[in-house]
């Protein structure tokens, strides 16, 4: 497992063209790097979770282990400060993949099942009343609810809908073929929410991407809320 010394409770409104989940979907982060000969396997672990309670996992490239020979295809710096953001609000000493975060709760190593999954059922068992998430065609809006302290930020995320898979054609890795679940291409921060409503604009979609907003408390803290399209 590498390691280095660098460094979303809620309700789930679902809408027309969201995904039928009947609960709020407990976030499972992959942070993983194409260069990282313990990472070869993660995407299979994720896609081993079982299906209750449901589950919205997403991939993330991190930039950490780019330098042992191979440029992790979609790794972006934004991702591995996010990661950094879990290292310091979940009492790490250094960030290391393959990492699953849970629903900023929890964390472990992306290695079995067995590790994630009790991870996953406790988090469903900790969701409190989160605020409503809905969109509007190009807008989304955070409804009013309970704030944590320090306040909560308001994130966009653009993702894959469909499996990639990756050839690795230089450093440790080289000659492997990756399969990667829910590949994260954009993430940006819309802004904070404090407890009342608000609507955030959303740029354009491109692409194909399936479309997330996670309501989570500032710099990695608890997710309170999701909503996908």
């Not at 079995?112 to 009790?118: G, N």
């Not at 306040?151 to 993702?159: C, F, S």
């Not at 230089?170 to 990756?178: T, V």
């Not at 991407?209 to 309501?215: D, Q």
Request: charged share 25%.
């Amino acid at each position: 497992m590498r390691k280095a010394a660098l460094i979303l409770f809620g309700f789930f409104f679902a809408t027309a063209s969201a995904p039928a989940w009947a609960r709020q979907p407990v976030v499972v982060e992959l942070f993983t790097s194409q260069g990282c000969s313990d990472c070869v396997k993660s995407g299979d672990v994720l896609e081993a979770l079982p299906a209750k309670p449901p589950v919205l996992t997403l991939t993330f490239g991190v930039d950490i282990w780019n330098y042992l020979g191979w440029s992790d295809t979609f790794a972006k710096p934004d991702f591995t400060a996010r990661q950094r953001d879990y290292m310091a609000r979940l009492g790490l000493r250094e960030v290391y993949t393959p990492q699953v975060v849970i629903d900023g709760r929890s964390e472990t190593a992306a290695v079995s099942v067995d590790q994630i999954e009790p991870l996953v059922e406790q988090a469903a068992r900790d969701q409190g009343d989160g605020p409503r998430v809905r969109f509007r065609k190009s807008r989304v809006l955070v409804g009013p609810g309970r704030a944590p302290k320090g306040g909560a930020e308001v994130w966009l995320i653009r993702y894959e809908p469909d499996d990639i898979k990756v050839l690795v054609k230089s450093g440790e890795n080289r000659g492997k073929s990756l399969v990667e679940h829910h590949v994260v291409r954009d993430l940006v921060k819309l802004g904070s929410w404090s407890g009342r409503e608000r609507t955030f604009d959303l740029p354009p979609e491109s692409g194909g991407l399936s479309t997330a907003v996670l309501v989570q408390g500032a710099h990695g803290g608890h997710i309170l809320a999701v909503g996908a399209r």
